[in-house]
């Protein structure tokens, strides 16, 4: 038995007169005049129905409909839909499922057909839904028109890139679009009408308060966005009030994914921390190779004077030239690092590839290095299955890159350690390895030492000659081949630098 009702309508005045009519007639009248407040009637207590208007402003006819129909609580109860609107609305509103329709229309004629409605809902008919009222009414062209924008409005809100949220003056969630939705992962249900600064964790509530407190104090102007951590995404969170300078007419939550961007910009600072690095380095380098450059000529030029001078070829003659040669071998290198890597910058580094036979290559390396092994009791060792076939590369620079790895292994491991070279194979590379039991790298140098001018700083007092240009000339004739270059390595057990080479000729 129908007694209790809901009469829900913005229309102050039309709430009066249903409310009048209803009472005559024996109902119960509960009044709410917005979404809003039709769902607080309902935690009171529970209607027999509801008669429901459907454009309204906070919470709507149909958004309220769908909260009663999607919760166990209020489920059951029939909803008649009192609309001014069915006539140019009465396709969408017939969609809703509503329990019967009834048009707003001439005082009279619309109590008899509320009454009509209510009666039929004791007693309900196995047909569809009754509409009432539309013999009366007419279209109205301007109604239509404000329909479609209100429509268009909201398919905006549904395709914004940015989380809206809209809450009333006393800050409870009215509605969200579906960015909003997507960002805080819950169900639209339960977040309406919940408090705005609960929609994150219990942990950002105090952030959100603030921002809303700023709002309020700021008379209801915009507000300045706010970062946070929510899950694992960044938002930047934004007030703007819904009617200018009126903190009352509530206001809209922005949230704006940025997770992406704030990625970009660590990644920006990373990338300017390392430019600035290797700004330091290039200046450090600049400083040292113009005093590397001095040493080895002053030798040079000094050992030269007294040859000419004294026009010696005695014993002492001859340790003068080899002075000279061993200064000038020296610089001979530090230049063609140098041009090597003016090359490499100015993007005219090229290689000529042809056979080239890497087991042989590092066997001919290391038989030139064994001499100055055995000074430093350092044993070299390699270790190469048989039947290897060449690879396709530019022999002079790849032998470039083995006399690099085994000079560096030698510079950096300590007397009476050990130098193992190892050539496997892959499905489609070809893998060298050049072990040491040397210092090692530390971790946080290890992809570092790959940059040029990048040097790991040596333990006070240890002097190892180098530019620091070494390895990133290896790296690009390495990746210029299709390979790759990488260390391992454990301190202070030693290191060991591997690059592969792609198989195969060229037609493969
Ligand atoms: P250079 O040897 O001229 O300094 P590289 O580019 O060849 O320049 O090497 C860069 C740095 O990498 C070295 O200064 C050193 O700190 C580190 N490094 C290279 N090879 C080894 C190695 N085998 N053991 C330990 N550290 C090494």
Redesign the pocket.
């Known amino acids: 038995m129908i007694r209790r009702i809901l009469v829900v309508d913005n229309d102050r005045f039309c709430v009066r007169i249903v409310d009048e009519f209803l009472s005559q007639a024996g109902y119960e009248v509960v009044r709410a005049y917005d979404g809003m407040e039709a769902m607080e009637a309902m935690e009171r207590e529970l209607p027999d129905a509801v008669l429901l208007d459907i454009v309204m402003p906070k919470i709507d006819g149909d958004r309220l409909f769908r909260y009663m129909r999607a919760n166990a609580r209020t489920r059951h109860i029939p909803v008649v839909v009192l609309s001014g609107t069915l006539v140019e609305d009465r396709e969408r509103l017939l969609v809703m499922g509503a329990d019967a329709y009834v048009a707003k229309g001439r005082r009279d004629d619309m109590r008899q057909n509320i009454l009509a409605a209510l009666e039929r809902l004791d007693h309900p008919p196995a047909q569809p839904p009754p509409v009432l009222g539309l013999e009366s009414a007419m279209t109205r062209e301007l109604v239509k028109e404000l329909l479609a924008i209100k429509r268009h409005k909201e398919a905006i809100l549904q395709a914004v890139g940015e989380g809206v949220v809209e809450a009333d003056g006393r800050q409870r969630v009215l509605y969200l679009n579906p960015t909003a939705l997507t960002i805080l992962g819950r169900p639209e249900l339960e977040l309406i009408g919940s408090p705005v600064t609960e929609i994150l964790t219990s942990h950002h509530q105090a952030t959100l308060q603030q921002i809303v407190a700023r709002f309020l104090a700021r008379a209801g102007t915009k507000t300045e966005a706010v970062s946070l951590r929510f899950r694992d995404l960044v938002l930047r969170i934004g007030l703007t009030g819904v009617v200018p300078h009126d903190p009352e007419g509530g206001f809209f939550l922005i949230l704006q994914d940025i997770t992406d961007l704030s990625r970009k910009i660590v990644e920006l600072s990373t990338l300017n921390t390392r430019l600035q690095e290797m700004e330091r380095a290039r200046s450090e380098f600049l400083a040292m190779i113009s005093h590397d450059l001095h040493t080895p000529l002053t030798a040079i030029t000094g050992s030269l004077e007294v040859l000419l001078r004294e026009n010696l070829r005695t014993e002492q003659g001859r340790e003068l030239l080899g002075i000279a040669q061993k200064h000038a071998d020296r610089l001979f290198r530090m230049v063609s690092d140098i041009l090597d890597l003016a090359r490499i910058e100015a993007g005219r580094f090229s290689i000529r590839c042809g056979p080239f036979d890497v087991v042989d290559a590092l066997r001919v390396a290391m038989d030139r290095l064994r001499r100055s092994a055995q000074e430093k009791e350092i044993t070299l060792t390699l270790s190469a299955p048989d039947g290897i076939a060449p690879v396709y590369a530019d022999g002079l620079r790849m032998e470039q890159v083995i006399n690099?790895l085994l000079g560096?292994?030698l510079?950096?491991?300590p007397p009476g350690g050990r130098i193992s070279v190892t050539v496997g194979e892959l499905a489609t590379e070809l893998l060298v390895g050049v072990e040491?039991t040397?210092?090692?790298?530390p971790e946080e140098?290890r992809d570092r030492?790959f940059d040029r001018f990048?040097?790991?700083p040596l333990p006070a007092g240890m002097e190892?000659e180098?530019?620091?240009?070494?390895?990133?000339i290896c790296k690009a004739i390495v990746e210029e081949h299709g390979g790759r270059i990488w260390v391992e390595s454990a301190v202070p057990r030693g290191?060991t630098?591997a690059f592969t080479l792609p198989k195969g000729s060229p037609a493969s």
Do not use: E, P, Q
Not at 438 to 441: A, E, F, I, K, L
């Open positions: 690099n560096n292994a510079k950096f491991t040491d040397g210092m090692g790298v140098h030492i990048y040097r790991v190892v180098g530019t620091g240009l070494g390895l990133s290191s630098f």
